[in-house]
């Protein structure tokens, strides 16, 4: 995979803009490039969906756009109908050069309002998860699956996962980590692509995407603020994880020889 920590910024054409001018998007992102630069473009309505009504996946190269032109194009997008409802895109937050990153389910009614993922009482006791394995909230990057808040806060649709695959795609490949925590049952699903119970699915590492990058599932920080429980399986998840990025576990946590 090309080093993306380097500048791989497209290369902005002067003459009339086609679609064969971005070989390394998909067409969502092309659209969406498009427009978050105001550039009105003719599509076939309807052109990227199958005869059977579903969302066509088109993989990104991963060739990132820079996070400024990600960061547009999300804003603008129109891919699904959530576009419709939300207040605002929730994007992404934290450190764009982390060791690693936290990958979500979708912004709720608090993300909606503050453009921020993990802003409510779920995102106060992730706060909390994160600080009690030595991490700052900003030290990491915060991302969700839907970039956009499904009404009344209902799981997404597989084809609203499917339209936003590709926004995440681009930030995983500009961030690179080193290790993905997936939280809660649709994030790990969806990039896991499988619909084996989290509770199976945690205590061991898996691998995301071409690149295996190494990924943990545990459960959601909402789902523990109702079964609290279940933190303690919830901070044996987080010791794999600071043991997978070398972070040294609290003394009485260390395994007696
Ligand atoms: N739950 C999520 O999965 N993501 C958020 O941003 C907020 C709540």
Redesign the pocket.
Known sequence: MPSTRSSSRMRVPTRNWVMSDFPAMSSASRHAYLQALGIQQWVQRDADRTDAGTVETEKFPVRPISWETLEAAVSVCTKCELHTSRTQT?FGTGNRQADWMII?????AD?DRQGE??V?R??LLLNEMLLAAGYARDEVYIA?ILKCRPPSNRDPSADEMTCCEPWLQQQIALIQPKLILA??RIAAHGLLQTTTPVGRLRGRVHRYGDEEIPLIVTY?P?YLLRNPEKKREVWEDMKMLMQAMGMPLPDNQKRRT
Request: glycine share 30%; charged share 10%.
């Open positions: 929730v979500g389910e979708a912004p709720g993300e993922p993990f409510g779920a995102g969700n939280v809660g959601h909402a």
